[in-house]
């Protein structure tokens, strides 16, 4: 890894900011990235909470999903909420989206409900075989359905698998950015 | 009290919407109209803001049957409007389930002194202000997000613009403020201490803060965020436009791209007719929605 790695995020729609923010005190360069030139020096990408909808309909209209496909062949991803069932192979209660297809799950969109449903609650994160435990707010998240063979699930909460990744794809149902902790940040890092 | 949970995921919501556009809507059609479009929450309302003041009476929560017509066919968060100081309103959200409750001046008042108490709720609560002190009172209270009152159903981006300008300078001017004086501030706008040194600390509104009130082309939109609103509502906006789908596009598009003027131009071809306009000064001002 980098002294200074250099972490993109995509920022038409969502918490974007508040990702910028946590890599910003960990020491990293930030981009935000709404063009598909602007993948071309950055070292990861992070896919943020927001309205997949909305960041769908910007991901078609800027054509940047092909762009997006390629990066991942080399360089880490990470998608939150919303950028976990952009990541998805396929997503229910969802009919107009087209996830990327880079990480094999199936998410159920808004899967724990509506806001009054939204909870924080402890889980647990695995990384080598150590357990952890780490505070997560779910925020209208979605749920993980269904996870294809090449998909490790390195956290679970209320029994559901929450982190799961696939090579250097991985996506969080619930929001790292909104807690003190940046165990999860750091890992994200570790796959550079 | 920036720190307990409940707290932690009304923000949060609010976070998640922002660089985003939240559309009026009165019925299932528009709102599918308005999702389709890349709206990031739909506010469900019987009238929009331009038809309220043509109707005139007293404008009140919206019918339960048309918010619940409008949950059961968009994905995206449903919005609700109560009347200011009406919790038994708020409460009938809530049961409802919408996802954030706008206390809202463009329904008639139920309360001439007091705003609801919105800590104890689930539910994130929005609230509109003219200026810092009100801003202050609503986080106070427990608003998740902030956003200017402008004018209401006027199409006229003239008051947002004031409310955001107020807002940001009185922001700046508290920077400079030392703590006896700040001290005596927080005495006149009626909140602790504590609040406005977190405000001056973080140069900003310790919540989100989104514009309101006359935003009705994607250029209004941009001038919004150019100014530091994080997100914006429109209301008349769309659906008093003669092609509301295009425009309902045109204005996520800019709002996602205002710092590419470019794309805001291309966004703004061919949108028709925008709504028809009020000049402030035409409008009485006992029928000024931002003052209530």
Known sequence: ?192 | MLADKDYQLKVGLAEMLKGGVIMDVTNAEQAKIAEDAGAVAVMALERVPADIRKAGGVARMAAIEKIEEIQRVVQIPVMAKCRIGHFAEAELLQELKVDFIDESEVLTPADEENHIIKHPFKIPFVCGCRNLGEAMRRINEGAAMIRTKGEAGSGNIVEAVRHLRMIYGEIAALKKLNSEKMKKLAKEMRVPMELLKKTAQLGDLPVPNFAAGGIATPADAVLCMKLRAQAVFVGSGIFKSSNPQVVAKAIVTAVGHYDDPAIVLQASRSLGEAMPGLEISKIPKDEQLQYR
Not at chain 1, 76 to 96: F, H, K, R, S
Not at chain 1, 123 to 148: C, D, W
Request: include cysteine; glycine fraction near 8%; proline fraction near 5%.
């Open chain 1, 1 to 192: 890894m980098k002294a200074r790695p250099w972490v993109g995020i995509l920022a038409f729609q969502g918490d974007f900011a508040k990702h910028q923010e946590v890599f910003a005190k960990l020491g990293c360069l930030t981009q935000l990235v709404k063009s598909s030139w602007q993948l071309a020096n950055i070292d990861c990408l992070v896919i943020p909470g927001g309205e997949s909808s909305v960041i769908d309909r910007f991901i078609k209209s800027q054509q940047i999903a092909d762009p997006i496909k390629e990066f991942a062949t080399k360089k880490p991803v990470w998608g939150t909420c919303a950028g976990m069932i952009m990541l998805a192979t396929q997503v229910e209660n969802d009919p107009g989206l087209t996830p990327l297809g880079l990480l094999d799950i199936t998410v159920d969109r808004n899967g724990y409900g509506r806001q009054f449903d939204s909870f924080v609650d402890d889980g647990e994160f695995t990384v080598n075989g150590k357990n952890q435990k780490l505070e997560m707010v779910f925020i209208r998240a979605p749920k993980v359905s269904s996870i294809g063979e090449g998909v490790q699930v390195l956290g679970k909460c209320r029994k559901e698998p929450v982190i799961v990744q696939q090579g250097k794809v991985i996506a969080t149902a619930f929001h790292p950015e909104l807690t003190k902790s940046a165990k999860f940040q750091q890992y994200f890092l570790s796959l550079l």
